[in-house]
Nanobody, 124 residues
Framework: QVLLVESGGGLVQAGGSLRLSCAAS????????MGWFRQAPGEQREFVAA?????????YYADSVKGRFTISRDNGKNEVYLRMNSLKPEDTAVYYC????????????????WGQGTQVTVSS
């Protein structure tokens, strides 16, 4: 069992930056691939970024955020981060952290554990 708690969301102007954090409780955090997803009102939950388990040497990004967002993990702190730069109004959504038993995954159904989400709002 893994409990995930996101933080760091908020209101930011277009072009600004935010860093989301996700704190994980439970054992063997490094054994989980980790991902970030987002969901805007009336939309399906969509993949944002993923980092592989163990050393986090592999990362994957949605095309819409590539070059602007960076995912990373700190196994010593049981945390995963999403650094978001050059934010756009279309990035507005609830952002969710998730854990998978797979090495890495990019679809929601592959993830076993989810946080409660943190709101990110980007004003134009």
């Amino acid at each position: 069992q893994v409990l995930l708690v996101e933080s760091g969301g908020g209101l930011v102007q277009a072009g600004g930056s935010l860093r989301l954090s996700c704190a994980a409780s439970g054992r063997a955090f490094s054994n989980y691939g980790m991902g970030w997803f987002r969901q805007a009102p009336g939309e399906q939950r969509e993949f944002v970024a993923a980092v592989s388990r163990t050393d986090g040497s592999s990362t994957y990004y949605a095309d819409s955020v590539k070059g602007r967002f960076t995912i990373s993990r700190d196994n010593g702190k049981n945390e995963v981060y999403l650094r978001m730069n050059s934010l756009k109004p279309e990035d507005t959504a609830v952002y969710y952290c998730a854990a998978t038993f797979r090495q890495v995954a990019v679809t929601p159904r592959e993830y076993a554990y989810w946080g409660q989400g943190t709101q990110v709002t980007v004003s134009s």
